[in-house]
């Protein structure tokens, strides 16, 4: 009887890792939006800009780095990822105009990209045994939550005894020293230079002439648009439109005092309950077809964000809506990733799933940006939340005509 594979290798540890570190410090920039603001006597519009940037070079650099991955290496594109990051921390720390901001905000999302899903799923995705590879994808996804529920609060906690440029300064050392745990992440052998010259071309034009390709990458904006409008402005929304914390409540007695903490958890709450959304999302991946769970996760958001928003505003609904969107936040991506890998297969995982997640950041480039600029326009989120809720019902309906079967002529590895 042969040996069933491990789950829990050296691989997905450190994948893991590197994940839970760099989103904590993705998740935590909302926090940021009313401190510089009120330094600088900026409009809401200027940081939510340099976010927004953040992202949309996030979705650039991850087909970049995907492709970087595959021909020098996971651990070598890790590590100019990594570096990329922190300096690009570092730089924002000193910036003293919007500009500068988002300026820098290029290195960040750049960072975001190389120590983000992109890479980290390829290298765990071909690490696992076909057996394990739907959940090894989800528990990856998993630890970015993790890292969202100690981000947004490590964050505020850091801001009640230092400036916010001596928290980003903290933040570039700890993402460097994410470098040390990459000699333990040992993945398979890469393909040759010249079997990855003579195939990927072929593989992407076959990606690119599928009508399902073209559906998932278009399903996956709304997934974008709404987490990073909800990462970057929950927090600020919480705080200026949340009912009081009543003295003596539950939440007042846990320590929730203000609703600027109240927002900064809410953040943690999302991240908390998306490790169980995701690790569900894993399991169910391997046994339902993928286009289905993922309608039905975009379903429950639109439905769940339209309900949220219709509502009066309070501490309590804010805790609902929190664990409600959280168990459905990152569940696409596991989900998403897998379909890649099962109809496209597992070379060029990397390249293909970030032009996807490409989408995915043009999705999260706008609702940041729309977030901020329409706030300035009408001292208001409610307009851009409820286009959050059309593209979310937009993407619960593109992904069911998604054929799920392995695209036929594709060059195995």
């Known amino acids: 009887m042969t040996k069933p594979a491990p789950l829990f290798t050296p691989v997905l540890l450190v994948g893991c890792a590197i994940i839970l570190v760099s989103f904590a410090i993705r998740a935590s920039f909302g926090v940021f939006q009313i401190p510089i603001a009120e330094e600088f006597g900026w409009l809401r519009a200027e940081f939510s800009l340099a976010i927004a940037i953040q992202n949309l070079a996030w979705g650039i650099g991850q087909p970049i780095f995907g492709a970087l991955a595959e021909k020098i290496g996971d651990r070598r594109a890790i590590v100019i990822g990594a570096l990329v990051y922190a300096v690009g921390l570092v730089l924002s720390a000193n910036a003293v105009t919007p500009l500068a901001h988002q300026t820098y905000a290029w290195l960040v999302g750049f960072g975001i990209a190389g120590t983000g899903f992109g890479v980290i799923l390829a290298v765990v995705g071909r690490a696992a045994s076909d057996e394990n590879r739907s959940m090894s994808l989800g528990i990856v996804t998993a630890?970015?939550?993790?890292?969202?529920?100690?981000?947004?609060?490590?964050?505020?906690?850091?801001?009640?005894?230092?400036?916010?440029?001596?928290?980003?300064?903290?933040?570039?050392?700890?993402?460097?020293?994410?470098?040390?745990?990459?000699p333990l992440m040992r993945a398979p052998a890469m393909a040759t230079k010249a079997e990855l010259e003579e195939s990927l071309g072929q593989i992407l034009g076959k990606a690119f002439r599928d009508p399902s390709y073209t559906l998932i990458f278009l399903g996956f904006f709304s997934c974008g648009y709404q987490l990073a409008f909800i990462t970057a402005h929950f927090p600020a929304f919480v705080t200026e439109v949340c009912g009081?914390?009543?003295?003596?409540?539950?939440?007042?007695?846990?320590?929730?005092?203000?609703?600027?903490?109240?927002?900064?958890?809410?953040?943690?709450?999302?991240?908390?309950?998306?490790?169980?959304?995701?690790?569900?999302?894993?399991?169910?991946?391997?046994?339902?077809?993928?286009?289905?769970?993922?309608?039905?996760?975009?379903?429950?958001?639109?439905?769940?964000?339209?309900?949220?928003?219709?509502?009066?505003?309070?501490?309590?609904?804010?805790?609902?809506?929190?664990?409600?969107?959280?168990?459905?936040?990152?569940?696409?991506?596991?989900?998403?990733?897998?379909?890649?890998?099962?109809?496209?297969?597992?070379?060029?995982?990397?390249?293909?799933?970030?032009?996807?997640?490409?989408?995915?950041?043009?999705?999260?480039?706008?609702?940041?940006w729309l977030g901020g600029r329409m706030y300035d326009a009408y001292g208001s989120y409610t307009a851009v939340w409820w286009i959050g809720v059309a593209v979310g019902a937009f993407s619960a309906i593109v992904h069911l005509p998604v054929r799920e079967r392995r695209l036929e002529g594709l060059v195995t590895a």
């Open 244 to 368: 009081p914390i009543v003295a003596g409540s539950v939440l007042h007695n846990m320590g929730i005092t203000t609703t600027s903490a109240l927002g900064a958890w809410s953040i943690a709450l999302i991240g908390l309950a998306n490790i169980g959304g995701t690790l569900a999302a894993g399991w169910a991946g391997k046994r339902f077809p993928k286009k289905y769970l993922l309608a039905g996760i975009y379903t429950a958001r639109t439905v769940a964000a339209s309900v949220f928003i219709l509502l009066p505003m309070t501490p309590w609904s804010v805790i609902v809506f929190s664990l409600v969107m959280g168990s459905l936040w990152l569940a696409t991506v596991p989900l998403t990733s897998g379909l890649i890998a099962h109809i496209y297969g597992l070379r060029y995982m990397g390249t293909l799933y970030g032009i996807i997640f490409f989408s995915h950041q043009l999705g999260s480039f706008l609702g940041v």
């Open 143 to 182: 630890a970015g939550s993790a890292g969202q529920v100690f981000g947004a609060p490590t964050a505020e906690w850091l801001l009640g005894f230092l400036s916010w440029q001596s928290v980003f300064l903290v933040f570039a050392g700890v993402i460097l020293l994410m470098i040390l745990t990459l």
